[in-house]
C-alpha cells in the first residue's frame, strides 16, 4: 500500500519506467494503441505530481527537480520513438528542432554556471509547451499529423527565453517560479532579505 505523501515520488518514477516502454512499443518502426495510452498516463503523471505534492505539502527542491528529470527522459525517448517510427518528420523539421534543442541547451548551460544546478522553474510556459508537446505527439502517432509540431517548437523557445531571463535575474537557484513576473518579486524579496539561499 504506497502512502499518500509518496504519491507524488510515485508518479514521478512512473514516469522514468514509462518512457523507455515507449521506445521499446517503436523499435519495430511502428506503435500499437499502447503507445498512446502510455504517454498520456506519462503525461497525466506530470500534471499530478506537483499537484498533488503541493497539496500534501511534501513539494521539495530534490522531487521538484526529479521531476524534471523524469520530462526529460520521457521526450528524450519520445524524439527517439519518433525517428523510429517517422524519421522523415525528423528529417524534415531538423533546422527548427536544432534551434529548439540549441537554446534548451543554452538555458542548461547558463544555469549550470550560475547555480551549478539545472533549472526547475515549471512555470506556465513550460505548463502550456507540455500541453503543445502532447497535442503534438497523439497527433503524429496517433492520426500522422506533424505540423502540430511548430506550435510546440514556438512554445519551447518562448519557454527557454523566460526561463534564461529568469535564470539571470535571480541571485540564488529556485524551483516552482511560476512566471518572469513571479521571478520579479522574488528577487526584489530576496534582495531584502539579509541571507538569501537556494530553495523554494
Not at 506550435?151 to 529556485?174: D, H, K, R
Amino acid at each position: 500500500m504506497i502512502k499518500l505523501s509518496h504519491l507524488p515520488i510515485t508518479l514521478v518514477g512512473m514516469r522514468f519506467v514509462l518512457a523507455p516502454l515507449l521506445v521499446l512499443d517503436a523499435l519495430d518502426h511502428r506503435t500499437s494503441f499502447w503507445f498512446i495510452i502510455g504517454y498520456v498516463i506519462a503525461v497525466l503523471s506530470d500534471v499530478f505530481d506537483g499537484i498533488i505534492a503541493r497539496r500534501l505539502k511534501v513539494s521539495t527542491a530534490l522531487l521538484r527537480q526529479a521531476d524534471s528529470w523524469a520530462d526529460i527522459c520521457l521526450y528524450l525517448c519520445v524524439a527517439i520513438s519518433i525517428w523510429l517510427v517517422y524519421p522523415q518528420v525528423i528529417i524534415n523539421f531538423r533546422v527548427p528542432l536544432l534551434s529548439a534543442i540549441t537554446i534548451q541547451l543554452i538555458l542548461f548551460t547558463i544555469s549550470l554556471i550560475k547555480f551549478q544546478k539545472f533549472p526547475s522553474f515549471h512555470t506556465y510556459t513550460a505548463k502550456a509547451w507540455g500541453l503543445a508537446l502532447l497535442t503534438a505527439t497523439v497527433g503524429l502517432f496517433g492520426f500522422g499529423y506533424a505540423n502540430i509540431l511548430w506550435f510546440a517548437i514556438a512554445l519551447c523557445w518562448l519557454n527557454s527565453l523566460e526561463e534564461i531571463a529568469m535564470t539571470l535575474l535571480l541571485p540564488t537557484w529556485q524551483c516552482d517560479i511560476l512566471s518572469i513576473f513571479h521571478a520579479v518579486e522574488l528577487r526584489k524579496t530576496l534582495m531584502r532579505s539579509p541571507t538569501s539561499q537556494d530553495g523554494v
